[in-house]
Nanobody, 127 residues
Framework: QGQPVESGGGLVQAGGSLRLSCRVPRAITSVFNSKIMGWYRQAPGKQRELVATITRLSSTNYADSVKGRFTVSRDNSKKSIYLQMNNLKPEDTAVYYC????????WGQGTQVTVPWGQGTQVTVSS
């Protein structure tokens, strides 16, 4: 059925944006077009989670943590889906993958998204 190829990740400051791409070059077009596709992410030490899905007719659904900030889209002619990520937060740091909603494809390499924490500010309380 093919293996997705993800791209577009990188290092971005909090509040910034990235657009991820995923294509499944070896999938049969009619098969790809019939699938509900999803974006998943896996942060260090955590389980992989589903963050967004899109049906063949582009009906979308999002995890609460990304709702209002992420937008998933697809181009069936290119066997591709995309994830526009705005107002990125440090907790969005993860490797992002795409697959069907039932994880039918082999997992790809993913693409790393890193949103560093700020430097912080030292607070000292003295008695």
């Amino acid at each position: 059925q093919g293996q997705p190829v993800e791209s577009g990740g990188g290092l971005v400051q909090a509040g910034g944006s990235l657009r991820l791409s995923c294509r499944v070059p070896r999938a049969i077009t009619s098969v790809f077009n019939s699938k509900i596709m999803g974006w998943y992410r896996q942060a260090p030490g955590k389980q992989r989670e589903l963050v967004a899905t899109i049906t063949r007719l582009s009906s979308t659904n999002y995890a609460d943590s990304v709702k209002g900030r992420f937008t998933v889209s697809r181009d069936n002619s290119k066997k591709s889906i995309y994830l526009q990520m705005n107002n990125l937060k440090p907790e969005d740091t993860a490797v992002y993958y795409c697959n069907t909603d039932t994880q039918e494809f082999s997992w790809g390499q993913g693409t790393q998204v890193t949103v560093p924490w700020g430097q912080g500010t030292q607070v000292t309380v003295s008695s």
